[in-house]
T-cell receptor, first 114, second 113 residues
Framework: NAGVMQNPRHLVRRRGQEARLRCSPMKGHSHVYWYRQLPEEGLKFMVYLQKENIIDESGMPKERFSAEFPKEGPSILRIQQVVRGDSAAYFC????????????FGQGTRLTVV | GENVGLHLPTLSVQEGDNSIINCAYSNSASDYFIWYKQESGKGPQFIIDIRSNMDKRQGQRVTVLLNKTVKHLSLQIAATQPGDSAVYFCAEDNMEYGNKLVFGAGTILRVKS
């Protein structure tokens, strides 16, 4: 049973380009969470999705960032017109249910904006 | 609140000693807590969890203690090994947060051989 799969592991983008980060949850999990981590900091919640629905996007910047979790395929975190401040590790987690259930994390995508 | 831009606290222990990592949470409504271990370049790895109706839970070499009165959580690691060196995060969850985990700032554990 594969864990949460994220790709790419490393992504380099020039300022102004788009970054697409993919996350395939664990088998049987229908809840996906995206977190951002800056060096030597904790993980900051960005968005919580279920299949075809955004449940909570309170941690997402209002501009340039979007997320989706289609009926088929992985969840996608999209960052448009990237800036240097977007450089961070982005982690995806999935869980089976909602509330009081263990969330499993992927290995993350390290985005570097040059 | 969020600890943005602060250096993480560090705990250094000798191999074989016991480690205690502490975490203060802010929301008294939180009812589920998890400890995660994060090694360099990797994602957080689940260690142990505890629900608010419990005070203590034990796993293999690890124990989590929950004190709801003072909103304090601790992780005890017995006979610490070099492989335990990592950053440890506590996370809390409650219905007010909309079922998303809110992470603490983290503690670096360094094990000296």
């Amino acid at each position: 049973n594969a864990g949460v799969m994220q790709n790419p592991r490393h992504l380099v983008r020039r300022r102004g380009q788009e970054a697409r980060l993919r996350c395939s949850p664990m088998k049987g999990h229908s809840h996906v969470y995206w977190y951002r981590q800056l060096p030597e900091e904790g993980l900051k919640f960005m968005v919580y999705l279920q299949k075809e629905n955004i449940i909570d996007e309170s941690g997402m910047p209002k501009e340039r960032f979007s997320a989706e979790f289609p009926k088929e395929g992985p969840s996608i975190l999209r960052i448009q017109q990237v800036v240097r401040g977007d450089s961070a590790a982005y982690f995806c987690a999935s869980s089976q249910g909602t509330g009081n259930t263990e969330a499993f994390f992927g290995q993350g995508t390290r985005l570097t904006v040059v | 609140g969020e600890n943005v831009g602060l250096h993480l606290p560090t705990l250094s222990v000798q191999e074989g000693d016991n480690s205690i990592i502490n975490c203060a949470y802010s929301n008294s409504a939180s009812d589920y807590f998890i400890w995660y271990k994060q090694e360099s370049g990797k994602g957080p790895q689940f260690i142990i969890d505890i629900r608010s109706n419990m005070d203590k839970r034990q796993g293999q070499r690890v124990t989590v203690l929950l004190n709801k009165t003072v909103k304090h959580l601790s992780l005890q690691i017995a006979a610490t090994q070099p492989g335990d060196s990592a950053v440890y995060f506590c996370a809390e969850d409650n219905m007010e947060y909309g079922n998303k985990l809110v992470f603490g700032a983290g503690t670096i554990l360094r094990v000296k051989s």
